[in-house]
């Protein structure tokens, strides 16, 4: 079945240092890849998506692009700040339901 | 943009009682999603809805336990039944959009059994 493997957490940055958040997938046919982020006290939110191979998704400075030879979705960040602290989870949709699998979430903590 | 609204936002509840949370899109859909997030956790999907059919579920999750019920293509409700501490979680539910590539979901259900 499908399957999202994410880096291992918690994951602690000063504030303006780069970030990345490794995420690889396995799946059959042809998946779009999210990354979700929860910040603390909320729900679940898009922060980008990626509908088909070597697309880009970009937002709020963030961005990650859809590798499939490599099977990968991994997220990155320039410069990272102390309002980026959140839970993000790497997620995969695929088959006709286009219900999503989600990685187990990466806790980041940004210090000042 | 898509909206999805669910209700209540959260609760507490007395053990060996029954909870049900709705679940109100804004366009039909063919399929919603329930999702678990034990605290801590990352979420699992409980079950997907169709509309005119019973709902499929998935391994570790049964009808008796979550009665799921899908009266037509913008709404959806989940029932957490006999309930235990255990099921203390948060409960999502979704919909993928396929025109526009995106998951929507709905704010959570904060649950806490006591």
């Known amino acids: 079945g499908d399957s999202v493997t994410q880096m291992e957490g918690p994951v602690t940055l000063s504030e303006e240092a780069f970030l990345t958040i490794n995420c690889t997938y396995t799946?059959?046919?042809?998946?779009?890849l999210f990354w979700y982020v929860q910040y603390p006290g909320e729900g679940l939110q898009l922060l980008l998506k990626?509908?088909?191979?070597?697309d880009k998704g970009s937002n709020k400075g963030f961005e990650a692009t859809y590798r499939k030879e490599t099977t990968s979705f991994h997220l990155e960040k320039g410069s990272v700040q102390v309002s980026d602290s959140a839970v993000y989870f790497c997620?995969?949709?695929?088959?006709?339901?286009?219900?999503?699998?989600f990685g187990s979430g990466t806790q980041l903590t940004v210090l000042p | 943009s898509a909206v999805i609204s669910q209700k209540p936002s959260r609760d507490i509840c007395q053990r060996g009682t029954s909870l049900t949370i709705q679940c109100q899109v804004d366009?039909?859909?063919?399929?919603m999603f329930w999702y678990r997030q034990q605290p801590g956790q990352s979420l699992t999907l409980i079950a997907t809805?169709?509309?005119?059919?019973?709902?499929?579920?998935e391994s570790g999750f049964v009808i008796d336990k979550f009665p799921i019920s899908r009266p037509n293509l913008t709404f959806s409700t989940l029932t957490v039944s006999n309930m235990s501490p255990e099921d203390s979680s948060i409960y999502l539910c979704?919909?993928?959009?396929?025109?526009?590539?995106?998951?929507?979901f709905g704010q959570g259900t904060r649950l806490t059994v006591v």
């Open positions: 997620a995969l949709s695929s088959g006709s339901a286009r219900q999503l699998t």
């Open positions: 799946a059959t046919g042809y998946p779009s």
């Open positions: 990626a509908t088909k191979a070597d």
């Open positions: 366009s039909q859909v063919t399929m």
């Open positions: 809805a169709n509309q005119g059919s019973e709902a499929t579920y």
């Open positions: 979704s919909y993928y959009r396929g025109e526009v590539g995106e998951a929507f």
